[in-house]
Nanobody
Framework: VQLQASGGGLVQAGGSLRLFCAAS????????MNWHRQVPGKQRELVAG???????SYADSVKGRFTISRDNAENTVTLQMNSLKLEDTSVYYC????????????????WGQGTLVTVSS
């Protein structure tokens, strides 16, 4: 399963951006989907997650500003980021836990390539 992330860019503080991530492959089903972020030299941080059933969770630093959603039919996950702050500047990665729908079930985790979000003052 491969993930392709897009939507990063440069935005002024207080502005909004939407990140998009699409999964592709053959005969698979995705369970949890998450967005992480990482600033060079710092640990990767889990920003938001969503289960297949639609239950969501957020890091305290983004609660009330970010919204994660997904489309199970299209195998996509979106992160709507509002009221962006300077400290939201980071490379954002989507991640998905999946399993195959074949007779021999294989489970795995895939990561997108990362998309840069830069918030300016």
């Amino acid at each position: 399963v491969q993930l392709q992330a897009s939507g990063g860019g440069l935005v002024q503080a207080g502005g909004s951006l939407r990140l998009f991530c699409a999964a592709s492959g053959k005969d698979f089903s995705i369970n949890g989907m998450n967005w992480h972020r990482q600033v060079p030299g710092k640990q990767r941080e889990l920003v938001a997650g969503i289960t297949r059933g639609g239950s969501t969770s957020y890091a305290d630093s983004v609660k009330g500003r970010f919204t994660i959603s997904r489309d199970n039919a299209e195998n996509t996950v979106t992160l709507q980021m509002n009221s962006l702050k300077l400290e939201d500047t980071s490379v954002y990665y989507c991640e998905a836990d999946w399993r195959t729908l074949t007779d021999k079930v294989v489970v795995g985790r895939s990561w997108g390539q990362g998309t840069l979000v830069t918030v300016s003052s």
